[in-house]
């Protein structure tokens, strides 16, 4: 896996690609292939994704800002794509003051090494968001320093953005997500104990804590495919995002997964899990016998979707609720 580095760590002379890059959808890929491009003709300079942490909007609004990717997620989406190390430089009140002049010559140059610098077009920079890519372009090559600056990417649907996959992925719209990032959308949670309810429903879950920065598709139920760390052979799973409203509605929102046909001892673990299809939306049964009944259906539809056969029945319901936010 490439390095996840602090500025001080950093390898030097670097091609950087600027940017927050979340999801790493094909408009920031562009920007990344400025940038492994620079570093191929130039073999001297270390081929870098720069990003900000926490998210600006974060530290300047108080706007809590769910991520696709992670960073540890990131290392591994990054290594394929010909960058040699991911860069996060803390963002703070400090660093948002700086003028684009003062953050070009401190941040760019003194604390990264800058020899080429790739952005996409709508790149804001220094106070107030004051700079833009063509002030980045024109304060770097004072310096010597060469700017490329990518134009936008666009579809029928509009710009190549993060915020269009978080809308897909809040509508429950897996396959309108997993195009835009060209891959499928994952997520990881350990195996916390729960209350054993859905075990006593005859569909034991595991209950996973995720990351609360991990932004989640909407709630409901949903078909998925489960991973065991190091392996790569895939599990159907059905997995129930939310509360539970017929057994715990006061219960905060969890996520629960049932593996289907598999009885394995999962506590402590750490599950990474694709959804695949939204079954339904979660909603309040008449009794145990009624949500039982369904959470049957919620199987075989899983089974027809990932093509593994049910052993055991999946959780719509019934476990602890894990702690994990999705505002």
Not at 157 to 182: M, P, T, Y
Not at 229 to 248: C, F
Not at 265 to 273: A, F, P
């Amino acid at each position: 896996m490439i390095p996840l580095r602090t500025p001080a760590e950093a390898a030097r002379p670097a091609a950087l690609a600027l940017g927050s890059f979340d999801g790493l959808h094909q408009g920031h890929r562009q920007v990344i292939a400025a940038v492994t491009a620079a570093a191929a003709a130039d073999p001297q300079l270390v081929p870098s994704v720069v990003s900000f942490w926490p998210h600006p909007r974060e530290v300047l609004y108080g706007e809590p800002r769910l991520r696709l990717d992670l960073p540890a997620e990131k290392l591994l989406l990054l290594e394929p794509l010909g960058i040699a190390q991911l860069v996060l430089v803390p963002f703070d009140q400090v660093l948002a003051a700086l003028s684009p002049e003062a953050f070009v010559e401190q941040v760019l140059v003194d604390q990264l090494g800058a020899g080429f610098i790739a952005v996409g077009e709508n790149f804001r920079f220094g106070a107030g968001r004051s700079g833009s890519a063509g002030d980045l372009q024109r304060l770097s090559a004072a310096m010597g320093i060469a700017v490329q600056v990518v134009p936008t990417l666009c579809d029928a649907g509009g710009r190549h953005s993060s915020s269009r996959i978080r809308e897909a992925l809040a509508a429950g719209e897996l396959q309108q997500a997993a195009a835009l990032l060209q891959r499928p959308y994952r997520f990881q949670g350990r195996v916390v104990s729960g209350r054993g309810l859905g075990r006593e429903l005859g569909w034991p879950t595991a209950n996973l804590q995720v990351d609360g920065r991990k932004f989640l598709p909407r709630e409901g139920v949903y078909a998925a495919r489960a991973w065991l760390p190091g392996q790569s052979e895939a599990m159907a799973a059905v997995m129930n995002l939310g509360p539970q409203p017929t057994i715990d509605p006061a219960a905060p929102s969890a996520v629960e997964v049932h593996l289907l046909d598999r009885q394995l001892e999962l506590l402590g673990t750490e599950l990474s899990i694709e959804p695949l299809a939204l079954l339904r939306q979660q909603q309040r049964f008449d009794g145990l016998a009624a949500l039982k009944a369904q959470i049957g259906r919620d199987a075989q539809q899983a089974r027809a979707l990932t093509g593994v056969g049910v052993a055991q029945p999946p959780a719509d319901e019934g476990g602890n609720a894990a702690k994990q936010q999705n505002p």
